[in-house]
């Protein structure tokens, strides 16, 4: 079974912005729900955004129009681009991937392959 690492995470402040990459150990998860998910202290995990197979995305309202996630089937790599970062997206953020499913889930327990995590920190 393959993992996924993230990187990218830090430390901004409100208004900055920064990118968080997933990269996949197989090449064939491109072909199955990618999605990203955060959690922060008390709160339950979410689903921030997600990318089908064939490229279909999907955000959580509260991130559409800043977050904007891509993948990079050459690279096997998952990445999402947060602008405009508040206080509230101050989280640990996690990459995942649910196979065989139609059409991407939102929960996690669909997901069965899940990266370590990576934490966010906006400041305001």
Same mark, same amino acid.
């Given at each position: 079974?393959?993992?996924?690492?993230?990187?990218?995470?830090?430390?901004?402040?409100?208004?900055?912005?920064?990118?968080?990459?997933?990269?996949?150990?197989? +090449?064939?998860?491109?072909?199955?729900?990618?999605?990203?998910?955060?959690?922060?202290?008390?709160?339950?995990?979410?689903?921030?955004?997600?990318?089908?197979?064939?490229?279909?995305?999907?955000?959580?309202?509260?991130?559409?129009?800043?977050?904007?996630?891509?993948?990079?089937?050459?690279?096997?790599?998952?990445?999402?681009?947060?602008?405009?970062?508040?206080?509230?997206?101050?989280?640990?953020?996690?990459?995942?991937?649910?196979? +065989?499913?139609?059409?991407?889930?939102?929960?996690?327990?669909?997901?069965?392959?899940?990266?370590?995590?990576?934490?966010?920190?906006?400041?305001?």
């Amino acid at each position: 079974q393959g993992h996924l690492v993230e990187s990218g995470g830090g430390s901004v402040q409100a208004g900055g912005s920064l990118r968080l990459s997933c990269a996949a150990s197989a +090449d064939t998860y491109s072909n199955y729900c990618m999605a990203w998910f955060r959690q922060a202290p008390g709160k339950e995990r979410e689903r921030v955004a997600v990318i089908s197979g064939d490229g279909g995305t999907t955000y959580a309202d509260s991130v559409k129009g800043r977050f904007t996630i891509s993948k990079d089937n050459a690279e096997n790599t998952v990445n999402l681009q947060m602008n405009s970062l508040k206080p509230e997206d101050t989280a640990m953020y996690y990459c995942a991937v649910a196979f +065989d499913v139609w059409p991407c889930p939102p929960h996690r327990v669909a997901y069965a392959i899940w990266g370590q995590g990576t934490q966010v920190t906006v400041s305001s």
